[in-house]
């Protein structure tokens, strides 16, 4: 069925009730996509003084982007938490699920804390530092970088959830057809303390056996870029995404680019019907998808 933006919304709506069964993931890997998630589309805002120049308390919050058409996602990571609030964010085609109560910061904090890899964890010190000040008890540690395996983890997971992009290519007006299949991941080259975000990049792209690259570089904010070059680097992707797979609506143009990566794998992208159901399943990807398909959060990360 071909959703209109209104049945789209009634239908993400339906699926706020879905109860999550199947197979029940480890607290660890929901800890570690989390922290994706909140590294690529999350904001954590920590105030320098107690009171505004109204007089009025400031509080800390901890904030996730989600797409509009990912409701159903923020409405289950809001379920496992237990905290926050998911508000429609003005005048844009996303929500906005914040946390901004103590016990809500405390415990979204401990399941985080250690596991990030950009300078976000800057501000997650801040917010540490806050907690503690707030209630001494606490004791929180202020972690070091992450550094272990991107294939230990589902952290790239959520990073990708945020930020990647399973990209299909067909250039068709030359008299050989290019066909091609890669993943794209990009990031500002500095955030906003002007602090450079190259080296986890560079993991990220060593891990897919391909190398950053610098775009974009006349425009008021620079952005590295990273893009799978080659077959293998695909396949790792695969088996990572295997292992640690996605849940919003990214899910569904990754399992469509599988279908392309396969005619990859046997070598057969130049023939005139393959390149015909390849600008067949390229032509509802990303921002052309009509249909939405839900049963694959079944398998989401349960911490109960």
Known sequence: MRSSS?????????CSNLVVSGDRRHKSNFSYYLTGLIEGDGTIIVPKTERSVK??????????????????LALLIQKNIGHGSINKKKGANAYIFTINNFEGLVFITQLI??????????????????LNNKNSKLNLIKNMFDNSSLMSNAWLSGFIESDGHFSVRTTLINRYPKIECKFELSQRQNDHNNRNNLFFLETIAKFLLTVVKSIKMNQRYPQYRLRTTNLNGNIILENYLTLFPLFGTKYLDYKDWLLVLKFFKLKQKKD?????????????MNDKRTIFNWDHLQNFYNLS
């Open 272 to 284: 005139d019907l393959i390149i015909n159901q390849i600008i067949s399943i390229k032509s509802n």
């Open 55 to 72: 007089g009025k308390i400031n509080y800390p919050s901890l904030k996730i982007c989600f797409h509009l058409k990912d409701l159903p």
């Open 6 to 14: 209104k049945f789209l919304f009634l239908e993400l709506t339906c």
């Open 113 to 130: 804390n250690g596991k990030f890899r950009t300078p976000k964890i800057y501000a997650l010190n801040d917010l540490i530092d806050w």
